[in-house]
């Protein structure tokens, strides 16, 4: 069992940075590739970005690309989610979940290969000024 910890969130002016943590107890990261996932208000659930166990293959939603970058650091047994130029539209609670599954070498951004034990409850980043 993997249960991870969302840490980060906060209210930040457009144009802004946040760096989101996700943090593990009970388990250790090394074996898992690490989701972010997203929801705005009144919207589903989406994946914006993943790494593979190793930290040695990332992905982006187009929606953040070359503004997110994800990082993982096995031996502190986080993730993270470096947040630049943030826009209003980026307002959301940000989860991370863990999974064990790739597709030819890349981790997934779809939430049904994502461990369900391993949600955490999610960190809230609002963008305004």
């Known amino acids: 069992q993997v249960q991870l910890v969302e840490s980060g969130g906060g209210l930040v002016q457009p144009g802004g940075s946040l760096r989101l943590s996700c943090e593990a107890s009970?388990?250790?990261?090394?074996?898992?590739?690490i989701g972010w996932f997203r929801q705005a208000p009144g919207k589903e659930r989406e994946g914006i970005s993943c790494i593979t166990n190793s930290g040695g293959s990332t992905n982006y939603a187009d929606s953040v690309k070359g503004r997110f970058t994800i990082s993982k650091d096995n031996a502190k047994n986080a993730a993270y989610l470096q947040m630049n130029g943030l826009k209003p539209e980026d307002t959301a609670v940000y989860y991370c979940?863990?999974?064990?599954?790739?597709?030819?070498?890349?981790?997934?951004?779809?939430?049904?290969?994502?461990?369900?034990?391993?949600w955490g409850k999610g960190t809230l980043v609002t963008v305004s000024s």
């Open positions: 009970r388990s250790s990261l090394q074996y898992y590739h």
């Open positions: 979940a863990a999974s064990l599954i790739t597709r030819l070498g890349m981790c997934l951004m779809t939430e049904e290969y994502y461990r369900m034990d391993s």
